[in-house]
């Protein structure tokens, strides 16, 4: 019944026909909704069970009679139909075995604890939260004028006629008598009560938090530490609204609809501090507003998925999954991302995702290849490598080695050596993951294919071999070959005669290599006597994990660089350990204390091109 009546609401906004009160209708529901999460929440005691259900089932027949006839609008249709099938369950006794968690009153007093460094699952003493929607508002109806002339009574007798002619020869009032005083209003009707300044507090606090969240984004020349304070303002902010009260909520949800335009900052918001409420009914609702979004645009879906990925409770990976049979292409492909980003995505529930129809679906199954857990069937993993789409490729060749999947590596070689190793970053990937002798194959895409990732993927390689070759790229009149051969020379040399990656840890951002040949010839004829060919370079120094894990610690280091280290780790060292750049500061720092230690724990040592996975 639950379910049934979520649908309801969540199809009211659907609803097409002028004449159908939607706002009513969505107050009925939302009502019954809220009666079974009563219910619910007392199922151990039958009494209180079949009371709420007795007033659920008032609610839903009081919904039905606001859905009347459909008009031929098939959301009412639905509606009418899911209505009934719910009156029907109404009588039923509690269902077994399902285990909701709702808010414990009886923690009334009981401090929170504030949210610090990631978002936390906040038990706080409160009501079961009211089930909300966002609707269209109502059409307000133009108001007669004040001034607007009484229409005269009919005349239906000679008295009447005699009245009308009285009325009219009486004399006009004098119309320069002063005009009456306006009252003034009383001190209780210009007053704000207290729920109106929590309101306001709670309207203020969910906009910062939106924009926090979208200055999240990483932007050139900041550093991905910094974000650490912006988000300790998103966490305040959340513990602010929640002080204000759960009844607050509701309102800011309405008010989404009052905005011109979607709002996709002050949604993300508004997802993120329902999932950290602790109660499924406040899971539902964070749910339901992911669902009611306009998925269709891009900006909403990535706010929708990201916000879904920061839920900090396991529960929302319920609803997310039964989205994963949805008709609708944007909530598939907003269910498998966020799934994978929270590393619940199953072999099976990929294995769908891959074969799906649509490539949203699709790209978002080759992003999750990394993180599914569980033994994956060869076939499928072909299949997202050797994908027509260059994103999906590109995001299987990663997921596929954090897998330590064979066939990514073979099909990173098969591309660098078809010349196309710019397709998907294969060239990077084949020069994180390979050994010492596939030097050649880089250096004949870099010539044949001239792009600016097979510049880059040489720098990664960090053979000394290549450095000639880079200089003279540098000359490129194009400035994206240029740039990325002055990178690549950086990364095996560094920027300065002191060695090692602690220089690129203290670098400005605006303090980017130079694209002056002469520069990195005068740098090389220095460093070239005392550089030993049988050993791999990186910023100078000979490589070793530690050069991977202080770059993924290195302030300034760009979040693709850092990404791309972390790889090199699971290539090279067979690293378990994730990384994900999107989720807060303080996870990402206790990620690269997990990877730090598997490090420690190889005991491989540097200078050379080690593998883990042959092929």
Same mark, same amino acid.
């Given at each position: ?217 990483? &932007? ?221 194959? &880089? ?94 370079? /990186? ?22 660089? /850092? ?53």
């Amino acid at each position: 019944m639950r379910d049934l009546l979520d649908e309801c609401l969540l199809a009211v906004r659907r609803i097409e026909d002028p004449f159908t009160d939607v706002h009513g209708l969505a107050e009925a529901i939302s009502s019954a909704l809220h009666q079974v999460y009563r219910a619910l929440a007392a199922a151990t005691d039958s009494g209180l069970y079949t009371d709420a259900m007795v007033i659920a089932a008032m609610e839903v027949e009081a919904a039905l009679i606001f859905v009347g006839d459909q008009n031929g609008d098939s959301a009412a249709s639905l509606i009418q139909e899911r209505l009934l099938e719910a009156l029907g369950l109404s009588s039923h006794a509690a269902p077994p075995g399902e285990r909701l968690r709702f808010p414990n009153q009886s923690r009334a007093g009981v401090p929170t604890p504030a949210s610090r460094g990631t978002p936390q699952v906040l038990d706080i003493s409160r009501e079961i939260a009211m089930p909300v929607v966002a609707v269209r508002p109502r059409r307000a109806r133009p108001a007669p004028p004040d001034d607007a002339p009484a229409q005269p009574s009919p005349i239906r007798s000679l008295d009447d006629l005699d009245a009308l002619l009285a009325a009219v020869a009486e004399p006009a009032p004098d119309s320069s008598a002063p005009a009456a005083a306006m009252p003034s209003p009383r001190p209780s009707e210009i007053r704000q009560t207290s729920s109106d300044i929590l309101l306001e507090y709670a309207r203020t606090a969910i906009e910062e938090m939106g924009c926090f969240g979208l200055q999240r984004a990483p &932007l050139s020349g900041q550093t991905w530490t910094g974000k650490a304070r912006l988000e300790a303002r998103i966490l305040a902010r959340v513990d602010a609204i929640v002080a204000c009260g759960a009844d607050v909520l509701p309102a800011l949800v309405q008010r989404l609809e009052q905005r011109p335009l979607p709002d996709p900052e002050a949604r993300w918001a508004l997802i993120l501090t329902y999932g950290c409420l602790a109660g499924d009914d406040t899971v539902d609702e964070a749910a339901r507003l992911a669902r009611s979004a306009e998925l269709d645009d891009p900006d909403v879906r990535h706010a929708v998925m990201d916000a879904l990925a920061h839920v900090p409770t396991p529960a929302i990976e319920r609803r997310l999954r039964a989205w994963l049979a949805s008709p609708i292409v944007a909530e598939r492909a907003v269910a498998v991302a966020a799934l994978g980003r929270r590393g619940a995505l199953t072999s099976d529930e990929l294995a769908a995702a891959a074969s799906d129809a649509d490539a949203d679906v699709v790209r978002s199954a080759a992003a999750a290849l990394g993180t599914t857990k569980g033994k994956l069937d060869d076939w499928l993993v072909d299949r997202l490598l050797h994908h027509e789409e260059e994103a999906v490729v590109g995001l299987a060749l990663r997921g596929g080695v954090l897998r330590q999947e064979a066939a990514a590596l073979r099909r990173a070689r098969s591309l660098v050596t078809q010349h196309q190793g710019a397709f998907g970053d294969a060239g990077v990937v084949f020069a994180l993951t390979q050994g010492r002798a596939g030097l050649d194959a &880089l250096l004949e895409d870099a010539a044949v294919a001239g792009e600016s990732r097979s510049l880059e993927a040489l720098g990664w390689f960090g053979h000394i071999s290549a450095v000639p070759y880079l200089i003279g790229r540098t000359g490129s009149d194009e400035e994206a070959p240029r740039s990325a051969a002055a990178r690549a020379l950086q990364r095996i040399l560094g920027s300065h005669r002191a060695a090692g990656i602690a220089q690129l840890a203290s670098r400005p951002p605006s303090d980017g290599p130079s694209e002056d040949p002469d520069v990195w010839r005068e740098l090389w004829a220095h460093l070239r006597p005392s550089l030993d060919p049988e050993v791999r370079y /990186r910023f100078g120094a000979p490589w070793s994990p530690a050069a991977n894990t202080g770059e993924l610690r290195a302030d300034f280091a760009r979040p693709e660089d /850092r990404v791309r280290a972390h790889l090199e780790l699971s290539g090279r060292l067979g690293l378990t350990a994730g990384l994900d750049t999107r989720v807060f500061v303080a996870a990402q720092r206790c990620m690269l204390d997990a990877i730090e230690g598997e490090v420690r724990e190889s005991g491989l040592g540097g200078g050379g091109w080690p593998v883990s996975l042959h092929v």
